[in-house]
């Protein structure tokens, strides 16, 4: 399939990475995946047992955009491309995933503090039945981070909504060193590896 216009779907809530879209000039609609009766729940995001970060994060980024492509069919939707991503934080092999409160957000910045950790985002993109799909890592260096800092922020609303507590372009900034890979992948979507995949697509970009 070719879509007959250069918009796209884009299956996913986060307000970071709408944001990185317009940045760049990709047009493209919302679609809202709780909206539908019949299909009533979101996908699951719970860790399988033994699911390494990268096969957890490339696996729901893909069942997302799968979901909402048959979301289109459902409701008759005319057929453009759906982008959805997924991202994830890791550390000694274990997933950091979104803090459930202020003890969970405090105890994984104390885990990070002074240390470096990877940050995951996979990025799937479904015109056709079968997605094109890629996964950007990066490494985040971590200052050491005191206990009031580490209150301060968790006193704010920016840890509750992101994987590992923490987002980059909001007040964590003041917390990294050095990071090496894609500052837009670990906003939540890798802006170079995105548009290489809605090329493939033939979605303009530039």
């Known amino acids: 399939?070719?879509?007959?216009?250069?918009?796209?779907?884009?299956?996913s809530k986060s307000p970071r990475r709408r944001e990185l879209l317009r940045q760049v000039g990709i047009e493209f609609d919302l679609l809202s995946l709780r909206a539908d009766p019949r299909r009533?729940?979101?996908?699951?995001?719970?860790?399988?047992v033994g699911e390494a970060a990268a096969d957890y994060v490339a696996r729901v980024a893909r069942e997302k955009g799968a979901f909402a492509w048959n979301v289109l069919h459902l409701r008759r939707m005319p057929l453009r491309p759906v982008l959805s991503a997924?991202?994830?934080?890791?550390?000694?092999?274990?997933?950091?995933g979104?803090?459930?409160?202020r003890d969970e957000a405090m105890a994984m910045l104390e885990r990070l503090s002074g240390r470096t950790h990877q940050v995951l985002?996979?990025?799937a993109l479904h015109y056709t039945d079968v997605a094109e799909q890629v996964t950007q890592v990066s490494d985040v260096r971590f200052a050491?981070?005191?206990g009031d800092a580490m209150r301060a922020y968790c006193a704010t609303a920016e840890p509750y909504d992101k994987a590992g507590g923490y987002g980059i372009q909001g007040l964590a900034a003041l917390f990294i060193e050095h990071i090496e890979g894609s500052h837009s992948?670990?906003?939540?979507?890798p802006?170079?590896?995105?548009?290489h995949l809605l090329k493939k697509a033939g979605i303009t970009v530039l």
Request: charged residues 25%; without cysteine.
């Open 86 to 96: 997924d991202t994830t934080v890791t550390i000694d092999g274990q997933i950091l």
């Open 40 to 48: 009533g729940v979101d996908v699951g995001e719970e860790v399988h």
């Open 121 to 123: 985002t996979s990025v």
């Open 98 to 101: 979104k803090p459930a409160g």
């Open 1 to 11: 399939m070719k879509p007959n216009d250069n918009r796209i779907y884009l299956a």
């Open 191 to 195: 802006v170079f590896e995105t548009a």
């Open 185 to 189: 992948g670990i906003m939540g979507l």
């Open 144 to 146: 050491r981070l005191d």
